[in-house]
């Protein structure tokens, strides 16, 4: 009887071993003393959405499972994966060329950890001296990189958490005397949970904290979401090649004083095909529709979403997302 008990102690001890070195992993990875805490609104691009499926949903993606996009929406749900996947994902927004690569590794009975890099680049300008002749190019980018292990506590309920550093840099070429130059940054976390009714309910609840410790004073991009997302189960009394799911959340962000809705739906035609729309409800950075489209060959998937209305629509480049990605 002790055995069996001993037993089944020592893989949530493991879990938790792995766990607590994983983020200490990620926060020695960067000499953190060495960078300056980010003061001002240096943390605000990691509110950008980031994955073709998510936008094309309207960006109601808490409650989703499986998949290293959900490294960047709820760190819990990338227990859903299968198999190892690795993501590419591009966009173009009014705020700049965002580029972010994901990956995701599950290992059966014990946890599922992932890691992801985002890169966006809010491009470059030439300096000019008293005279007006150039005489550099400052170009600034914003970086982010992250952590995650997930696990699934209990048949119903799966817990993730995210380490993650956030920073600002700014970098010349050319004659750079007296401009500006150097990086700020400093780490957060993200934490999420997923909780499903079992197979007799297609009904599923997520809850993540993203950006927790981030930013300075007036531009902490702190988020909660809380969604849900249902499989419309019924249209199997008629075919077996379409599937639908509706998905639903309500996010805020309370240091910027916003609160807003998100909506979205996908079919699924033949497990290949997918389709999705969504709305996106928030006054502080606009309201808009999204639409995207998916296709899945073998190994492969391919995303592409468009977003429609809020703050990326009055750009001159029309804010899109693409995702490309690959299990093995």
Not at 86 to 105: E, K
Not at 212 to 231: E, F, M, Q, V
């Amino acid at each position: 009887m002790s055995r069996y008990t001993n037993a089944g102690r020592k893989p949530h001890r493991r879990q938790s071993r792995f766990l607590l070195g994983a983020i200490w992993v990620l926060m020695t990875m960067t000499p953190l003393a060495l960078l300056p805490a980010q003061t001002g609104g240096e943390a605000l691009f990691l509110l950008l959405p980031i994955g073709a499926k998510a936008v094309g949903k309207g960006e109601a993606n808490v409650a989703e499972r499986g998949g290293s996009e959900q490294l960047w929406w709820n760190p819990a749900g990338i227990v859903g994966a299968k198999k190892p996947e690795l993501a590419l994902h591009h966009s173009q927004t009014i705020v700049g060329q965002g580029n972010a690569m994901g990956a995701v590794i599950p290992f059966k009975k014990f946890a599922t950890i992932g890691i992801s890099l985002n890169l966006l680049d809010l491009g470059s300008q030439t300096s000019t001296d008293e005279y007006g002749q150039p005489q550099g190019r400052i170009s600034t980018m914003d970086i982010g990189y992250s952590m995650s292990i997930a696990s699934q506590v209990t048949r119903f309920v799966s817990i993730g958490v995210t380490a993650k550093h956030a920073q600002a840099r700014v970098s010349c070429s050319g004659l750079c005397t007296d401009l500006p130059t150097g990086a700020s940054g400093e780490a957060g976390a993200d934490i999420g949970a997923i909780v499903s009714m079992g197979d007799s309910v297609p009904l599923t609840f997520g809850m993540a904290l993203r950006h927790l410790g981030i930013g300075g004073d007036g531009a902490r991009p702190a988020r909660l979401d809380l969604g849900a997302k249902y499989d419309v189960t019924s249209l199997s009394r008629y075919t077996d090649l379409v599937k639908l799911s509706t998905s639903a959340s309500i996010v805020g962000t309370p240091k910027m004083d916003s609160i807003g809705a998100r909506l979205g739906a996908e079919v699924i035609v033949e497990d290949w095909i997918f389709v999705r729309s969504g709305y996106v409800f928030d006054k502080v950075y606009g309201s808009g529709a999204a639409v995207g489209f998916g296709i899945r060959t073998g190994r492969v998937s391919f995303d592409l979403a468009r977003t429609f209305g809020g703050l990326s629509a009055s750009g001159e480049k029309p804010p899109t997302h693409f995702s490309l990605r690959y299990n093995w």
